[in-house]
């Protein structure tokens, strides 16, 4: 049996499920019978994970947002909030968004840092925040 033959059998055995659930062995479980407790996942599968999310924050950003006044830095804060806040979560921000098509870089960052999401994450908030303003990505 090849080891196409074995995926194949595994996939048909164990099913696909997007979310977490628990085996019979109540063990959280994910995907082809991931078990997320024992295993978990590494690094690189991490990295697979992020980008694959970060492209689905592009395009909501893109799908959503003017950015025609936007450099990528900027752009950059936009996807980093879609990530943190979901598409709903950053879709909300209707006043920052406004200053951000409008070319109100300090505008949108006054309406970014005057939220519960700040509150919340104040020194990411404040990072982007100072982002958006100077159009320069900030380090740690």
């Not at 995926?7 to 991931?34: D, M, N, W």
């Not at 978990?40 to 006044?69: F, M, P, S, W």
């Not at 752009?75 to 979560?89: E, S």
């Not at 909300?92 to 005057?114: I, P, S, T």
Request: with cysteine.
């Amino acid at each position: 049996m090849s080891i196409q033959n074995t995926v194949e059998q595994i996939k048909k055995h164990e099913g696909f499920r997007s979310h977490p659930y628990y085996c019979t062995a109540k063990k959280l479980t994910l995907g082809y019978g991931r078990n997320l407790d024992d295993v978990g996942i590494n690094e690189q599968e991490a990295e697979i994970l992020l980008q694959n999310d970060l492209n689905e924050c592009k395009a909501v950003v893109k799908r959503n947002i003017d950015t025609r006044y936007c450099n990528d830095a900027q752009i950059g804060v936009l996807i980093n909030m879609a990530y943190n806040l979901g598409a709903g979560g950053l879709m909300a921000f209707k006043k920052m968004r406004a200053c951000v098509e409008a070319g109100d870089f300090q505008g949108a960052a006054n309406e970014m840092l005057d939220s519960r999401w700040a509150q919340q994450v104040p020194v990411r908030a404040e990072e982007l925040a100072k982002q958006m303003v100077l159009g320069e990505w900030q380090r740690a």
